[in-house]
């Protein structure tokens, strides 16, 4: 499992239909906005949707929320 709060802008790139551009959106909303909540979260980084978010459902975890 994959966490979103946590993983590199490179794990999370490996992830299907997260390429580099929105690993590193992922990485900067977590740290300019807030750590994800749910996996659900996900959909609040720009150009992410619901198509992609169930894509990487089974493979993310969201742990480590303080």
Avoid: H, W
């Avoid at 802008?9 to 990485?27: F, K, N, S, Y």
């Amino acid at each position: 499992m994959i966490d979103l709060n946590r993983a590199s802008v490179q794990l999370l790139d490996t992830l299907p239909g997260i390429g580099p551009a929105l690993a590193e959106a992922i990485v900067a909303y977590r740290k300019n906005v807030r750590p994800f909540q749910s996996i659900a979260e996900v959909q609040e980084v720009p150009k992410i949707g619901p198509v992609t978010c169930e894509n990487i459902r089974e493979l993310v975890t969201v742990t480590g929320v303080r």
